[in-house]
């Protein structure tokens, strides 16, 4: 049965079966982009962000700083000039902020501005099981409370507090929300259980060279000394280690070889470190990541952790890896659970694998796939199904394609740049 697509949407054809070669540059961290742009919220002098990725998630921050008051020049390309002299609303587009999560960043950054801030629910993926209760807890601490019944509607008529907070999960966006908000705070803030992740490291870093005294940055737990004024500044994000780390999977189950440019080796480890117990050729030199012609193996378990364990970004992909290879590879996302009810579509291309509960696949390989209709249903299952569909025998139709290209510029440009067959197609809306 075809998939039902959203109308507008769109799908990629893919005529599976073909080796990639050639060399991929990556963009700019995807994860570091918003949490950056959020920033800039805090200061009323411009700002400057290079190397940024011309992805749909980055767009659609950039339109939602614009209906706040923002000044953005070059949106749509890799360098954003930002200035936040004037910010206008405390309440960001409804429409926009229900297409993506990480509008959620931009609490702290209004309140600092405004005094008060009203989301709509934040969107992106997995909507329903992915909550803000950490933002709120932090932001709660800091002195804000509910200015209605609606919980998305935070308001702070003392300013906006020091506070110790002991964050319940270590969520990465939920550590960027605190630290948003702490270096506006006049006094010291004290973050613990705070999340380590590069993105989390370059959010600071951006912050310091704004004017905020923040250490401990990459560990869990992290001071800010906030509330002087923040300058403009400028930043060039780095590569998306996650995003290197997709081209590595899709160049392993094609039995291709691909140069990949842009990311840091410390970030990559935990990648490359998984890919190379499967027996994928990989080798990691300065910024290049290099895969040969591989032959993949099974491991026993894979397991996603908080950083810097194995990235869940990237538990879709290697579960994709694991049905061409030789043995059975237990798959383990305890994070979150619709992801690997994504990939049950694998089932009906020839996959052998077993649903065991919400977070976890038994996947035995190799098998052969076969070309199906397939539906991408969050941005790295959808990544995934699109790696499937290029090792299979046969054509594959996966859409929509937007859902994909909230994370990866340029995808089907790309894709052909280095030997894949693939193609655009208007979906079928159906009736």
Known sequence: MTPRRARGSTTLVVHGGHRLAGSIEVDGNKNAALPLLAACLLSDQPCRLTNVPRIRDVSV???????????????????LDICCRHVTTAEPD?????????????????????????????????????????????????????????????????GLRPASVYLEEASVTGTETAILAAAAAPGTTEIRHAACEPHVVELCAFLRSMGADIEGDGTPRIRIAGGAPLAGASRRLGG????????AVLAAVTGGELEIRGACAADLEPITSVLSRMNVNCAVTGDRLVVGASRPAAIRQVTTAPWPGFPSDMVSLVTVLATQARGRTLVHDWM?????????????????????????????????????????????????????????????????????????ANLVERLVGVGARVAVEPADTGS
């Open 336 to 408: 979150y659970e619709l992801r690997l009810f994504a990939l049950e579509q694998l089932s009906g291309m020839g996959a052998n694998l077993f649903l065991c509960d919400p977070h976890r696949m038994i996947v035995d390989g190799p098998s052969r796939l076969k070309g199906r209709d397939l539906d991408t249903r969050d941005l790295r299952s959808g990544m995934a199904l699109i790696a499937a569909a290029l090792a299979a025998r046969g054509t594959s139709r996966v859409g929509p394609l937007e859902t994909v290209e909230r994370g990866y």
């Open 94 to 158: 409804p429409g926009l902020v229900g297409l993506l999560r990480g509008s959620v960043l931009l609490f702290g950054p209004l309140l600092a501005r405004l005094g008060r801030a009203r989301l709509a629910p934040p969107g992106g993926d997995f909507p329903a099981r992915r909550t803000i209760a950490v933002h709120l807890q932090a932001l709660r601490a800091m002195g804000a409370r509910e200015a209605s019944a609606d919980a998305h509607e935070l308001e702070v008529p003392g």
């Open 61 to 79: 921050m950039v339109k939602l700083l614009q209906g706040l008051g923002a000044e953005v020049e070059g949106a749509g390309s890799a360098t």
């Open 240 to 247: 998306d280690y996650i995003e290197a780390g997709s081209w």
